[in-house]
């Protein structure tokens, strides 16, 4: 069964800290990986996609990368504001098919 | 720019009643079209998706619908509302030469069936 899994579910850092979310995919064969950002009773904002063949993206001071053969991507976060603050979810599409399959979700809290 | 329409915000609605709920996008030609729901202490979870005008595929056997009467219009519907049918509706569009493009969503719609 393809599952995407996301540790931790909740994470508190201070201001200023760098930190790392993880996320982990049960299939190796992926399409394209996706990291997304949830605010309180919002949708969706696309932070970084990476395809397969890629290894890495960066948008600022997000970097996300990919280890297909681990079945792992791991988001960081530089220098972490307390607008950071959100849920950070990851998603995965395997094969040709359409769908996005999400992980559960890291909630991030950024304290100053 | 493109930007996606959902509405309405927030519905309750009581079991056995219908549902309609509206996802516009603007900006765009031929989008694919998707309906997500996240449920509480669940993912995110595909529910339909469309590649044009009439074309709707399902993901998963439930009580809903979805219909794309027009190129940029969406409609997730419901003839009898169950308590499970509660949770957070989220409208996606990506642009529809092909699946590797990223996904943007709405605004979402929030349901409490009672």
């Known amino acids: 069964k393809q599952e995407v899994t996301q540790i931790p579910a909740a994470l508190s850092v201070p201001e200023g800290e760098n930190l790392v979310l993880n996320c982990s995919f049960t299939d190796s064969a992926i399409y394209n990986l996706q990291w997304f950002r949830q605010d309180p009773g919002k949708g969706l904002t696309s932070l970084l996609l990476i395809q397969s063949s890629q290894r890495e993206q960066t948008s600022g001071r997000l970097n996300a990368s990919l280890d297909k053969s681990s079945g792992r991507s791991t988001l960081y976060i530089a220098a972490s504001q307390p607008g950071d603050s959100a849920t950070y979810l990851c998603a995965v599409r395997w094969g040709s098919g359409y769908a996005l399959n999400f992980g559960k979700g890291t909630s991030l809290l950024v304290t100053p | 720019s493109q930007t996606i329409h959902q509405w309405p915000a927030t519905l309750v609605q009581p079991v056995g009643s219908p549902l309609s709920l509206e996802c516009t996008v603007e900006g765009t030609s031929n989008p694919n079209l998707y309906w997500y729901r996240q449920a509480a202490g669940r993912g995110l979870q595909l529910l339909f998706y469309?590649?044009?005008?009439?074309?709707i595929s399902s993901e998963v056997p439930q009580n809903l619908s979805a219909s794309r009467p027009q190129d940029r219009q969406f409609i997730l519907s419901s003839k009898k509302l169950l308590l499970s049918d509660s949770g957070f509706y989220l409208c996606a569009w990506s642009p529809g030469q092909g699946n590797q493009e990223t996904q943007y969503f709405g605004p979402g719609t929030r349901l409490l069936v009672l």
């Open positions: 469309s590649v044009g005008i009439g074309q």
